[in-house]
């Protein structure tokens, strides 16, 4: 019996939730054969009882058939993370969720949802049940490259039911409306609307959900950190000086809201010729090391341009799993385990926690009253005194 039996016997034993078997995904290690003895190793991403089980099982049966007598099979997993992010005090809408990540940028089309969908995809396809919610309301592209453009979600009783995709829970406001239709609303509605995406889907109980974030640094951010546990925040942003720009700002907000800070993903970095695989630099390159170091963080990826990156996200095709050997499918998989083994640090050391940026005012004041019974935050000025019926100027629409 040799190692080359091992690896046809393991061929056999596909990894759950996945049609790829376990040889495929490079999760065989360390063979070690003696006669109808063998030992080996799986070295796993999913920390999940159940997983580990099930591939024992399976692994130890196909070997038993390819005429192994004795087999141990140790498996090598990650640790369970620690329920830090369910258990910290301060708000949580969705302690279901083990762990969310804000997927936020400075500005538009610095290709922030693009990055939401291979996060998710490459974190699914490493074993993590994950969810993906396209919080972007007023520019919902995630269903097009999710591949369910034009399907609507199962209804069930006042409850919605999220689509899947790709391994991966998903749901955005594009799969609610109308094609073509805008989205008119004020901030009050779009806080309104990010607190029923975790209160009204009926997600499961996923080890992460994936969250692509409007652009920019305002309302829906500030709501979505208030309503629950951020576990890591992620800024996208391209090479440019003038993205970079904006960047700082959204870095800048992740501290003010305690959002622990995994890195930057710069984007667009680079272009890899589809003839001959040369990289070029077109953008710059390595321009965001300084400002992660700036705020104390890393980069976690570089993205380059690669055509089959926009072919994917207009067919409903994501790269990272129709191109899994595309350097940038590789690029995104990295970004997934780096960002995961910040998740796990995050958990461990329990700084996942809202409680900080609760609002300060009473149920039914207005921030921004000064009258009786008011409650303002420690750092803000004080604010002119005013008539009664007159507005306090900031556009609130208290008055």
């Known amino acids: 019996m040799t190692e080359q039996n091992v690896l046809d016997a393991l ?175 004020r901030g009050s509605m779009i806080m309104k609307a990010i607190e029923q995406f975790l209160r009204d889907i009926l997600w499961s109980e996923l080890d992460v959900l994936v969250i692509d974030m409007p652009p920019g640094t305002g309302d829906a951010q500030l709501s979505l950190a208030q309503s629950i546990p951020i576990t890591a925040g992620i800024t996208v942003t391209t090479p440019q000086e003038v993205s970079l720009d904006d960047s700082r700002r959204s870095l800048n ?24 695989d040369a990289e070029s630099d077109i953008f710059g390159m390595g321009t965001t090391v300084p400002v992660a170091k700036e705020y104390d963080t890393e980069v976690i990826a570089r993205i380059p341009i690669e055509p089959a990156i926009r072919v994917g996200g207009d067919t409903g095709m994501p790269v990272t799993y129709h191109k899994p050997d595309s350097e940038t499918a590789q690029r995104y998989q990295e970004a997934a385990t780096n960002l995961w083994k910040f998740i796990e640090k995050v958990n461990a050391e329990g700084l996942a926690d809202n409680s900080g940026v609760q609002p300060t005012t009473p149920p039914g004041v207005s921030a921004c009253s000064t009258g009786a019974g008011a409650s303002t935050a420690a750092a803000a000025p004080e604010a002119p005194a005013k008539t009664e019926g007159e507005s306090c100027g900031t556009g609130c629409g208290c008055h």
Request: proline share 5%; charged share 20%.
């Open 253 to 276: 907000m992740f501290q003010k809201l305690n959002i622990p800070t995994a890195g930057i993903i710069e984007n667009m970095s680079g272009f890899i010729c589809p003839s001959c």
């Open 11 to 185: 061929k056999n034993v596909t990894y759950p939730g996945f049609t790829k078997d376990v040889v495929t995904f490079g999760f065989v290690k360390d063979i070690v054969v003696d006669g109808t003895t063998v030992v080996m190793t799986l070295d796993i991403t999913s920390s999940a009882d159940e997983v580990k089980q099930e591939l024992t099982e399976n692994a130890t049966a196909e070997l038993k058939k390819a005429g192994f007598e004795e087999v141990n099979v140790n498996i090598n997993a990650p640790q369970a993370p620690k329920q830090m992010s369910n258990s910290v005090s301060g708000k949580n809408m969705a302690p279901h969720i083990k762990n969310f990540v804000m997927v936020s940028s400075g500005k538009g089309g610095v290709g922030k949802s693009t990055t939401s969908v291979n996060l998710a995809v490459a974190l699914a396809m490493q074993g993590k049940k994950v969810g993906l919610l396209d919080a972007d309301i007023y520019g919902p592209n995630i269903p097009r490259m999710m591949g369910v453009d034009g399907q609507k979600p199962e209804i069930q009783g006042n409850k919605v039911q999220p689509m899947k995709a790709y391994g991966v829970e998903m749901m955005s406001m594009g799969s609610l409306m109308e094609e073509g239709a805008a989205l008119i609303w």
